[in-house]
């Protein structure tokens, strides 16, 4: 949840998870020949509502894309990202879902063509639905 004062800003970071191996890593490559049709479609229709202003014009709102199978996600850079935006940071990463969605992390699963913009007014809003919610 961001404050709606001046120059705050929503961050919106899409992460496509990779694949883990056998033993529980994740699965990396230098280059990647194939990028992740379905993030690159989710990451349009997040610019989409950010250039219609989908939170109001005090708030506008900012999309990054990491695709993990080529790109390192990096917990703490995140953090400091949303926090320096005005949002609210994790103190630490927790790996448990139903951890993160006390600290107010909203995680989406669904049609995003259906239910992005919801989404992202009731995260800006700092009341997540449990509908749009991975239980």
Not at 49 to 60: D, H
């Given at each position: 949840m961001?404050?709606?004062?001046?120059?705050?800003?929503?961050?919106?970071?899409?992460?496509?998870?990779?694949?883990?191996?056998?033993?529980?890593?994740?699965?990396?490559?230098?280059?990647?020949?194939?990028?992740?049709?379905?993030?690159?479609?989710?990451?349009?229709?997040?610019?989409?509502?950010a250039t219609r202003q989908v939170l109001g014009p005090e708030l506008p709102i900012d999309v990054a894309a990491i695709d993990e199978t080529n790109t390192r996600v990096r917990p703490r850079d995140i953090v400091k990202r949303i926090g320096s935006n005005g949002g609210l940071g994790l103190e630490e990463t927790q790996a448990d879902i139903k951890v993160a969605q006390e600290l107010g992390v909203s995680i989406f699963a669904g049609e995003a063509e259906e239910g992005l913009e919801e989404v992202l007014q009731d995260a800006a809003n700092g009341e997540p639905q449990a509908a749009s919610l991975v239980p």
């Amino acid at each position: 949840m961001l404050s709606k004062a001046r120059g705050k800003r929503f961050q919106l970071i899409l992460i496509k998870p990779s694949h883990y191996d056998a033993d529980g890593y994740v699965v990396q490559w230098l280059r990647s020949t194939m990028p992740s049709n379905s993030l690159a479609a989710v990451y349009s229709l997040a610019l989409g509502a950010a250039t219609r202003q989908v939170l109001g014009p005090e708030l506008p709102i900012d999309v990054a894309a990491i695709d993990e199978t080529n790109t390192r996600v990096r917990p703490r850079d995140i953090v400091k990202r949303i926090g320096s935006n005005g949002g609210l940071g994790l103190e630490e990463t927790q790996a448990d879902i139903k951890v993160a969605q006390e600290l107010g992390v909203s995680i989406f699963a669904g049609e995003a063509e259906e239910g992005l913009e919801e989404v992202l007014q009731d995260a800006a809003n700092g009341e997540p639905q449990a509908a749009s919610l991975v239980p």
